[in-house]
């Protein structure tokens, strides 16, 4: 007998206090008393969030009486017993003003939530089936508002929704039901097919897009992921949730769509000619979450499988999912003709420059990053550039020397596009979790190339990856340009007329000074030093030249003797040379 559904209705009912009423029935609570938690995290965003402190009050009713409802920690509540036969509802008024991809957010323009933010997981019922009912807010004001969302309409039940209507829409169970973000507003709906599936773009906030141009970009970009993973996609349909802002950037990945926050500049405008760079930034982050759809919302690692939503889950691979990620997000707009292969290898210089400048990628390995990822690449402070390594990036740099190696070792039988789609048919399609070697494994059952010293150097030790080698069997030079300036060993940061010290590195000529994080510099040689004048002053200096610098510590000023360093290698160039380089049209054509 198939389960009873677990039924929830969400409303806003207060938009200008940014308050959502949010219920949940259950009609066979358990009779010892039925537990209900919020989850403490959002799967793709690892840190820990206690969602559950957004609720402004909470109430539990059986048969038109009031239920007790105790409090067991940050997110769980227990209901007393009810009489059997009897539903179980608990409501929840949420407050909601998180404008991110990772949380939930209300006013008079619009609503967005993700379900980890609103709805209660009913324990022991997690497999359940789930109805939920999405209501307007009350008001003419609101009478044109409609929902974009991936979850699909509850087709068959009494007050199903019709395709962005209010109504009733459905869930296999608790995981998909928190999988499907809910965008409710006036938003601008863009419509496009990919390898015969629908796609949709809902743009939330004022915006000049080119509906069109971004139509046909983001198509060319979908349909090559779907193919380059294999007919037929693995959703019915997919969703853009674009949120368009002055400044923002973010993006979180859904089985069947994607949240994203952009400035509303990044996006396409009618009569734009070329590629801006902000808008080649956006693509390259709607490709990153479409490419999840395959690369960790399917693809797993075996400790997300389950997730477990009230603590951390640990593992020493996101390098994997979110580096090898980050390395086909650019990767897929040039295989798709939508950037150039110039564009692409500027792109890659860029991150390796960034992976270069910072110390911390001596200090700390690709699996310890992802392992650390809870308590140190989403809590950064003052210190994290000494001390962390980014799986994104350094790990799209492992995933392209893994591909290198790959493609030079087997003189281009095999590559990582290979095992990617070997990890989509034994992991992807079967739902079982990646094991911490299984990738490893699977590289050299392909290629029969012997990984086990790449794997140990790269991804468990912390040495720069030998790009250089690496990249000349395919006609690929990488050469460093030195910075125009001597090297003064911080990280920079204006904050209105006060020029302070972002990051002091490790073992450089600020730390070696005595300067630390948070100095604001008054002075050098005696003269006023802002954000605008830093870099000419340093100009007209050598390596090895003495410098008096005042900075004021708290309150109080202080004088150091700084001596400048040599130039750093900063800048990073990429280019082909002219060769008909075989290789190299195979990774990244002609």
Sequence with gaps: MPATPIRYALRPTHPAAHRFMVSCTVAAPDPAGQRFALPAWIPGSYLIRDFARHIVAIHAEAGGKAVRLDKLDKHTWRAAPVRAGLALTVTCEVHAWDLSVRGA???????????????????????????????????????????????????????????????????????????????????????????????EVAITGRHDCDAERLAADLKRVCEWQIRFFGEPAPMARYVFLVTAVGEGYGGLEHRASTALLCARNDLPYPGMKGLPESYRTFLGLCSHEYFHTWNVKRIKPAAFVPYDLDRENYTTQLWAFEGITSYYDDLALLRSGVIARQD?????????????????????????????????????????????????????????????????????????????????????????????DDLRRIAEELSGLDLGRFFAQTIHGTRDIPLEKLLAPFGVRLAWAKAKTPALGAKTASEGDELRLATVYDGGPAQQAGLSAGDALVAVDGLRVTAKNLDALLGRRRPGDTLAVHAFRRDELMRFELTLGAPGDDAPRLDCDKSANALRRAWLGG
């Design 344 to 436: 692409w290898l500027d792109l890659t210089a860029k991150t390796l420059g960034n992976v270069r400048r910072a110390p911390g990628r001596l200090r700390q390995s690709l699996a310890e990053s992802s392992f650390d990822a809870w308590s140190k690449f989403y809590r950064p402070d003052e210190n994290t550039p000494n001390a962390v390594v980014s799986y994104y990036a350094k790990g799209a740099l492992a995933a392209l020397a893994l591909d290198l190696t790959l493609r030079a070792g087997t003189r281009g039988r095999t590559s990582l596009d290979d095992v990617m789609r070997a990890l989509w048919r034994r992991f992807g399609q079967t739902g079982s979790g990646v094991g911490d």
């Design 105 to 199: 957010h209300l006013d008079q323009t619009h609503a967005f939530f993700n379900g980890t933010s609103v709805f209660l997981r009913v324990l022991g019922q997690e497999s359940a089936p789930c109805l939920v009912e999405l209501l307007p807010p009350e008001g003419k004001a609101f009478a044109a508002w409609r929902v974009a969302t991936s979850l699909p309409p509850a087709a068959g039940e009494k007050g199903g929704a019709r395709r962005h209507g209010f109504g009733l829409y459905r869930a296999a169970d608790y995981d998909e039901l928190i999988d499907h973000p809910v965008e409710m507003g006036t938003f601008t709906l863009i419509a496009f097919d990919a390898c015969g599936v629908p796609h």
